[in-house]
């Protein structure tokens, strides 16, 4: 899965606006790039296990109060200094619309109706 050209289009559009311009670490005006791929971050908190509390051979046996939150962040990276920034995409987002793709060259997606 992929984010789709349009989102990225509009999401770096809105980061630029915001002022990010240049990375904030090395000033490089440069090396700042957007991965193509979301990333999923999950919080939450490990379930009590034995003695070190982390997951026993069975994995996590999360219970409904314990699942914690899900987000897709965008990635930008400075390719300078290695600088990782990672924006909620919900940020960018507006009603329905479809921000992913999935097995989809860029041809193809620009097919699709954007």
């Not at 026993?56 to 314990?66: L, M, N, S």
């Not at 600088?83 to 619309?97: I, K, S």
Request: aromatic share 8%; hydrophobic share 35%.
């Amino acid at each position: 899965m992929r984010w789709r050209q349009t989102f990225m289009t509009e999401v770096a559009a809105a980061l630029q606006q915001l002022g990010l311009a240049a990375c904030p670490v090395c000033g490089s005006t440069e090396s700042l790039s957007m991965s193509r791929f979301p990333v999923l971050v999950i919080e939450a908190g490990f379930p009590p296990g034995e003695d070190d509390g982390l997951p026993g051979e069975d994995g996590f046996p999360w219970g409904e109060d314990d699942r914690g939150d899900m987000t897709f962040a965008v990635r930008v990276e400075c390719a300078t200094c290695g600088h990782l920034m990672l924006f909620n995409a919900e940020r960018y987002r507006t009603g329905d619309e479809k921000i992913m793709v999935q097995r989809l060259t860029e041809e193809g997606e620009r097919h699709l109706g954007d």
